[in-house]
């Protein structure tokens, strides 16, 4: 039977069972979380996942790499905020801060994959890991105040006036 999948990552397993380190890995897919239905949260979205396999990065990179992405991706106030994830240690979810709503917009989860989870692959180097959300920046940097706007509004007046970077 069919399931919703709520990430990608199993992509990054199925990838770490296949390659040899040193690799990087991204994949782009659909996922879908029973969520409450607001401006920054949908019953959907598209999640970007990374994975770097390498015996020399940490933590440090990881956060580096982050950091770059959103740098190009225009924000300049980003900050990372310790978090929990069960298959990574250290953890951090990676934010910007939303001008218009005052507040800090967190964009996804990022960490180092635990052991229990490289070693059964044949993996014994570290892994950064991260999985991001795709709607939530680009409704920042398209100046939309709801994310409802990209699924549940259809009003192609927003596709017509959205001034591109």
């Known amino acids: 039977s069919a399931i919703l999948r709520t990430h990608t990552t199993a992509v990054s397993a199925r990838m770490l069972a296949q390659l040899e380190p040193p690799a990087k890995v991204f994949c782009i897919g659909r996922v879908f979380r029973n969520e409450t239905i607001d401006y920054k949260h949908g019953a959907e979205f598209t999640q970007i996942e990374g994975i770097v396999v390498d015996e020399n990065v940490g933590f440090r990179d990881l956060l580096g790499y982050l950091k770059e992405f959103y740098i190009r991706m225009g ?16 953890s951090v979810e990676p934010e910007v801060y939303f001008e218009e709503k005052g507040e800090w917009l967190e964009l996804g989860g990022a960490g180092i994959f635990r052991p229990e989870v490289t070693v059964p692959l044949g993996i014994d180097v570290p892994v950064l890991a991260w999985g991001l959300s795709l709607e ?18 259809n009003d192609l007046d927003i596709l017509r006036n959205i001034k591109l970077w």
């Open 75 to 90: 924000f300049k106030k980003i900050r990372f905020r310790p978090s929990y994830f069960p298959y990574t240690e250290m």
């Open 136 to 153: 939530r920046p680009i409704m920042l940097r398209l100046a939309l105040n709801d994310i409802r706007n990209f699924y549940y509004k």
